[in-house]
């Protein structure tokens, strides 16, 4: 475990980074007994200083919730990190491509809460009973650590990789369709880049919320009405270079669009 005077220094090196758009060095060479939990307190801490410099959390992202992306970094439970106000952006929008390291686009559902959410005990049941509505979301994944090489170490602690989201589509009552069978294409172009399923982020896209809601109650921590949950993606994350324009078809939930300048 790292020294509390490590953790700090990680997290202000982060906010850091995210300022100057220069991504740091990989934790895990620097500090090779760097584990998982500590991770987490450099993430909870650079959540903090950016709620203490005046960004508002209006939600989490989950991550890792498919079995491909586990095997690949060796894992086999999701991760998540903080979704602040300035991260949500509308359908139509022009996004900075300058404002990210390395943005890459992924797939996802956002689960929208009208009541509170906390574990232990939270089941799938629970956030569906909690869930106001559910709708398409694009994540934008941001890097503030050097990609090569990267471990769900330096992950945890780059904020899940979570740079913004944009939102659009139909809103839906959890109820209204069958979420597993919720699917999209995904273009770049005008060219099909991706297509996926829900029912790849765990078999149900609100089984990685309650995952979630359980894993924070340890450290006094709990879902509110009103948050956003980004459930994970269900396709593999797609690289966006300036100029161009991705847009999502939902079919019968709608799409998604957005342009990077």
């Given amino acids: 475990m790292l020294d509390p005077a490590t953790i700090e220094s990680i997290a202000d090196e982060l906010v850091d980074a995210a300022r100057t758009r220069t991504p740091v060095p990989l934790l895990t060479a620097r500090y090779p007994g760097m584990t998982v939990e500590d991770s987490y307190a450099v993430q909870r801490l650079w959540r903090q200083r950016n709620e203490d410099a005046g960004r508002t959390l209006v939600g989490r992202k989950i991550g890792l919730t498919s079995r491909a992306m586990q095997a690949a970094t060796g894992i086999t439970e999701p991760d998540y990190g903080a979704i602040f ?16 390291t390395h943005p890459r686009v992924e797939v996802e559902l956002a689960f929208v809460l009208k009541a509170d959410l906390a ?13 106001d509505y559910v709708v398409p979301a694009l994540e934008i994944l941001d890097s503030r650590i050097e990609m090569e090489g990267r471990t769900i170490v330096d992950t945890i602690s780059d904020n899940a990789a979570m740079g913004a ?8 009552r959890p109820d209204a369709v069958d979420l597993r069978w919720v699917s999209a294409i995904l273009y770049k172009n005008q060219v099909v880049e991706e297509t996926g399923v829900a029912a790849g982020v ?3 896209p609100a089984a990685g919320v309650h995952w979630l809601a359980n894993k924070i109650a340890p450290h006094g921590d709990g879902l509110k009405a009103g948050d956003i949950i980004l459930a994970g993606s269900f396709t593999r994350p797609m690289w966006v270079d300036k100029g161009d324009t991705v847009h999502a078809d939902y079919g019968p939930l709608g799409a998604i669009t957005c342009r990077f300048v």
């Fill in 165 to 172: 989201m944009v939102v659009g589509g139909r809103p839906v």
């Fill in 202 to 204: 765990l078999d149900h």
């Fill in 85 to 100: 106000d300035d991260m949500v952006l509308e359908t139509g929008c022009s996004v900075a491509w300058d404002a990210y």
């Fill in 119 to 131: 574990g232990p005990g939270c089941t799938i049941f629970d956030v569906l009973n909690a869930t």
